[in-house]
């Protein structure tokens, strides 16, 4: 059999909008990988960005986090990646036999986002409501998208989490930033799974001067055919090992990525089964949150984490 031609024959010239906020157009444009990624600037206020981000930084000092393990074919590994909340990730759960906490774990956890301890209140300890960041995604993609959005549930009709908080802690293990995706199928027009991220705070705000770190680069591979996957497999499946020698290989190979820079408060959502990755650092603190987006046409979105 001849060999395929170089991977970055199948990688195009990507293409970033960004917007003041969500329109359907957007969407769809970014559902049938016409554009590689869509940044809306300022989506949540980016002052209550940055309180959102403080709590989660003290909580962090307090030791609550769960490490975001990622799935390899050596099984689930430590990552630079850390969450907080009431339930890990869904497959994280299923790989730890931690169904039942998961879904326990969802509905607390909803209710807890959703309001913040009052300490002047006459007593103390009363609570307000606030708008969390990804109910007010759910809410505005419902709100734009032709076919709705909701939360995804399981066949059985429970409801699953609509995302989490990731957090990065320099010095971060992957200097360049670890090169994966998360959904391992060709790129199709009619569904396919995105994710939105909404980013709190970012390492350049606080302790370094170089304004790249921690932002985002994305490498629009459009591998589009299961025979495609096929010839490239050993090359993708540096996306799922945290091998140095296979991370450097795909960085040469897919050459350079469109890297999005990215402030508090902003919104970006891109196609997870092309390669992206957070770009490491040595100081400070990666605060986002994130869920998925799964697009099937003519049909509504599902959020899910």
Not at 12 to 26: G, M, N, W, Y
Not at 46 to 68: C, S, V, Y
Request: with cysteine; proline share 5%; glycine share 8%.
């Amino acid at each position: 059999m001849a060999n395929p031609p170089p991977i970055s024959s199948h990688v195009k010239p990507p293409i970033l909008v960004t917007k003041s906020k969500l329109e359907q157009r957007d969407l769809q444009q970014l559902f049938h990988h016409e554009i590689t990624a869509l940044q809306i600037k300022s989506f949540y206020p980016p002052a209550h960005a940055k309180l959102i981000a403080n709590e989660l930084n003290e909580k962090a000092k307090e030791g609550k986090m769960d490490n975001w393990r990622v799935g390899t074919e050596r099984g689930l590994e430590v990552s630079d990646v850390w969450t907080e909340g009431e339930y890990t990730p869904y497959n994280v759960a299923i790989a730890m036999d931690r169904e039942k906490e998961y879904f326990d774990g969802v509905q607390k956890d909803f209710r807890n986002r959703r309001r913040v301890t009052d300490s002047d209140a006459e007593g103390g300890g009363d609570y307000q409501p606030r708008l969390w960041p990804l109910d007010l995604l759910r809410l505005e993609l419902d709100e734009v998208w032709m076919d709705g959005a909701g939360l995804a549930r399981t066949k059985d009709k429970r409801v699953q989490g609509g995302g989490l908080p990731r957090i990065m802690i320099g010095p971060t293990r992957w200097k360049k930033g670890f090169i994966h995706a998360d959904q391992f199928a060709p790129l199709s027009k009619t569904e396919g799974l995105f994710s939105g991220n909404i980013y709190l705070q970012l390492p350049h705000s606080d302790s370094t001067n170089d304004a790249g770190l921690g932002d985002l680069q994305i490498w629009n591979l459009g591998i589009s055919s299961q025979v495609d996957w096929y010839r490239y497999r050993d090359l993708l499946k540096g996306l799922t090992m945290q091998d140095a020698g296979l991370q450097l290989k795909l960085r040469k190979e897919l050459g350079e990525p469109l890297q999005v820079h990215v402030e508090a408060g902003d919104l970006v959502m891109l196609c997870v089964q092309k390669p992206h990755c957070a770009v490491g650092f040595l100081n400070g603190t990666r605060i986002s949150l994130q869920c998925f987006v799964q697009y099937r046409m003519n049909d509504g979105l599902l959020i899910d984490i």
